[in-house]
């Protein structure tokens, strides 16, 4: 599947994608830093450009004043062009933890319109699941967490892992789906109603999923 691919401004840990064809990378403001920094040229640079200077490479200028984050409106801007996979990279860490929970907010913004997006942290990639089931391969070990994302997750199940559960419903206001672990088995994440950001380990791999 062709990819849209995000840098943002925060921690880079020298994270590098893999670029396909047909794939779109798109630098967010000072996105473009990190971007460069792991030798790959954007296609398309967005921003306000409040914490970079603008690129001399395609771009689109953005005010200062408006209502979607930079990083926003790079996945529109992918949406707009048709994709249904999102990564976004450097969306954690960096001098702003309030962008790591606009991130994050995008990833649901993803999920609630039937696209699947990721974030992609040093040891740690995290995504966003609405009214369906994600199935992992095996892993020996590993930590997954998975959490409500706004309000209330009814009827999530999760199988496979060191801790089952089994139409539970998890609220946003306590952290119950924290740190179960990879065993060597199959997993499978699913909720009937409502969204969870799921965190697993970046050596894991998604084989399949149903909405």
């Given at each position: 599947?062709k990819?849209?691919?995000?840098?943002?401004?925060?921690s880079?840990?020298?994270?590098?994608?893999e670029?396909?064809?047909?794939?779109?990378?798109?630098?967010?403001d000072?996105?473009?830093e990190?971007?460069?920094?792991v030798?790959i040229?954007?296609?398309?640079?967005?921003?306000?450009w409040?914490?970079?200077?603008p690129?001399d490479?395609?771009?689109?200028?953005?005010?200062?004043?408006?209502?979607d984050?930079?990083?926003?409106?790079?996945?529109?801007i992918?949406l707009?062009?048709?994709?249904?996979?999102?990564?976004?990279?450097?969306?954690?860490?960096?001098?702003?933890?309030?962008?790591t929970i606009?991130?994050?907010?995008s990833?649901?913004?993803?999920?609630?319109?039937?696209?699947?997006?990721?974030i992609?942290?040093?040891?740690?990639?995290?995504?966003?699941?609405?009214?369906?089931e994600?199935?992992?391969?095996?892993?020996?070990?590993g930590?997954?967490?998975?959490?409500?994302?706004?309000g209330?997750?009814i009827?999530?199940?999760?199988?496979g892992?060191?801790?089952?559960?089994?139409?539970?419903?998890?609220t946003?206001?306590?952290?119950l789906?924290?740190?179960n672990?990879?065993?060597g088995?199959?997993?499978?994440i699913?909720?009937k109603?409502?969204?969870?950001?799921?965190?697993?380990?970046?050596?894991?791999?998604?084989?399949?999923?149903?909405?």
């Amino acid at each position: 599947m062709k990819k849209c691919i995000v840098f943002a401004a925060g921690s880079s840990f020298g994270l590098r994608p893999e670029i396909n064809e047909g794939d779109l990378v798109i630098a967010a403001d000072a996105g473009i830093e990190n971007c460069l920094k792991v030798g790959i040229t954007p296609h398309l640079a967005v921003g306000d450009w409040d914490s970079a200077s603008p690129p001399d490479l395609p771009k689109i200028d953005l005010k200062v004043e408006k209502d979607d984050t930079d990083t926003l409106a790079a996945l529109r801007i992918g949406l707009d062009k048709g994709f249904d996979e999102f990564h976004i990279y450097c969306g954690t860490g960096g001098a702003r933890l309030d962008h790591t929970i606009a991130n994050l907010q995008s990833l649901m913004f993803l999920s609630k319109r039937g696209k699947r997006g990721f974030i992609h942290d040093e040891n740690q990639t995290v995504t966003a699941l609405t009214d369906g089931e994600i199935f992992f391969g095996p892993l020996p070990c590993g930590s997954v967490s998975v959490f409500a994302a706004d309000g209330k997750a009814i009827g999530v199940t999760e199988e496979g892992m060191k801790y089952k559960t089994d139409n539970i419903t998890l609220t946003c206001d306590f952290p119950l789906g924290v740190s179960n672990s990879f065993i060597g088995k199959p997993v499978r994440i699913a909720v009937k109603s409502g969204t969870l950001l799921i965190f697993y380990p970046n050596g894991a791999v998604i084989e399949g999923e149903k909405k």
